[in-house]
């Protein structure tokens, strides 16, 4: 509390209070990737990271409690925190295997 005089010589007494309101923070759990954070509050908008996959793997979706998960498809995506903590895991399959092919025009790769 401060106390300050005025030009009138009245003393004005000057009081700041601040109210600390209790958020709840959620945890974020990425297995075989990353998080922009590893906690965040209600409604949050968090990046999440797939790691690269090892040789011969391709990322595949997003498992878990995947609500609020932007795009389960995609290995860069965001997730929106909905009042409980968040796990998710980048799931990876076998890439499909390559062929070349020779035709009259020259030599292909086929997927």
């Known amino acids: ?9 009245l003393v004005c007494v ?3 209070s601040c109210v600390l309101n209790n958020i709840a923070a959620f945890n974020i759990t990425i297995n075989n990737g990353i998080s922009a954070s590893a ?3 209600n409604g949050a908008v968090v990046r999440i990271y797939a790691n690269v996959p090892d040789q011969n793997k391709v990322f595949n979706s997003w498992a ?7 795009d389960r498809y995609s290995p860069t995506t965001s997730v929106t925190v909905a009042e409980a903590d968040v796990t998710l ?3 990876y ?3 499909p295997e390559q062929s070349d092919c ?3 025009h020259g030599q292909y790769r086929r997927k």
Do not use: E, W, Y
């Not at 509390?1 to 010589?9: A, E, H, K, Q, V």
């Open 93 to 95: 399959v076998n890439a």
């Open 39 to 41: 906690s965040a509050t």
């Open 102 to 104: 020779r035709g009259q």
């Open 14 to 16: 000057l009081s700041i």
């Open 64 to 70: 878990g409690n995947i609500t609020g998960v932007d």
């Open 1 to 9: 509390m401060n106390i300050l005089p005025n030009r009138l010589g």
């Open 89 to 91: 895991t980048a799931t």
